[in-house]
T-cell receptor, first 114, second 114 residues
Framework: DAGITQSPRYKITETGRQVTLMCHQT?????MFWYRQDLGHGLRLIYY???????DKGEVPDGYVVSRSKTENFPLTLESATRSQTSVYFC?????????????FGPGTRLTVT | AQKVTQAQTEISVVEKEDVTLDCVYE???????LFWYKQPPSGELVFLIR??????QNEISGRYSWNFQKSTSSFNFTITASQVVDSAVYFC???????????FGSGTRLQVQP
């Protein structure tokens, strides 16, 4: 399917476990982003990537690792999950050649850390 | 630094009432884009509107209208004759040309009672 997809959509994990959230887009957008949504904070940027093999930290990167070996994929890994990482995670992409700055969001992954 | 403030955490109205959602932003850049997104109970983010800093013309789309005022750094959103289907969380967001990611406000939860 065309667009941007995230998997899994729901995940429950235990404190200390490693978990990877997947993000895949079919547009070949060079920019991709990970945000987390928490009550009272809106969406906050975790990491972003300007192209394959280029990533940079956002506002709340601690405890997260990203990689981008292929343009279409941008996985987010929680190396040792903590309860404070319980959140809804959104992946997004953008075409930098379009001067609209509009981002396209995936459906989100609801992660619960017990 | 960029900042978006949505001071209204939650608003409750009765169907057919008009409601305005406030958004105040801060940026040092002269070129920037403002967005509104809707997040219905199903959780996805739905793009509503984009406005660039050089276009202060107000916009109307059906029951939705947006008032952009650079003098007060505000980009307010009005729903006329609200409906139950308008119940959602609404986010205002900002990006300037020096950044790549959106800065979101904390969101306003709108409840429209029948």
């Amino acid at each position: 399917d065309a667009g941007i997809t995230q998997s899994p959509r729901y995940k429950i994990t235990e404190t200390g476990r490693q978990v990877t959230l997947m993000c895949h887009q079919t547009w070949s957008h060079s920019y991709m982003f990970w945000y987390r949504q928490d009550l009272g904070h809106g969406l906050r940027l975790i990491y972003y990537s300007a192209a394959a093999d280029i990533t940079d930290k956002g506002e709340v990167p601690d405890g997260y690792v990203v990689s981008r070996s292929k343009t279409e994929n941008f996985p987010l890994t929680l190396e040792s999950a903590t309860r404070s990482q319980t959140s809804v995670y959104f992946c997004a992409s953008r075409d930098p050649d379009r001067a609209t700055y509009e981002q396209y969001f995936g459906p989100g992954t609801r992660l619960t850390v017990t | 630094a960029q900042k978006v403030t949505q001071a209204q955490t939650e608003i409750s109205v009765v169907e057919k009432e008009d409601v305005t959602l406030d958004c105040v932003y801060e940026t040092r850049d002269t070129t920037y884009y403002l967005f509104w997104y809707k997040q219905p109970p199903s959780g996805e983010l739905v793009f509503l509107i984009r406005r660039n800093s050089f276009d202060e013309q107000n916009e109307i789309s059906g029951r939705y209208s947006w008032n952009f005022q650079k003098s007060t750094s505000s980009f307010n959103f009005t729903i006329t004759a609200s409906q139950v289907v308008d119940s959602a969380v609404y986010f205002c967001a900002l990006v300037d040309t020096g950044r790549r990611a959106l800065t979101f406000g904390s969101g306003t939860r709108l409840q429209v009672q029948p």
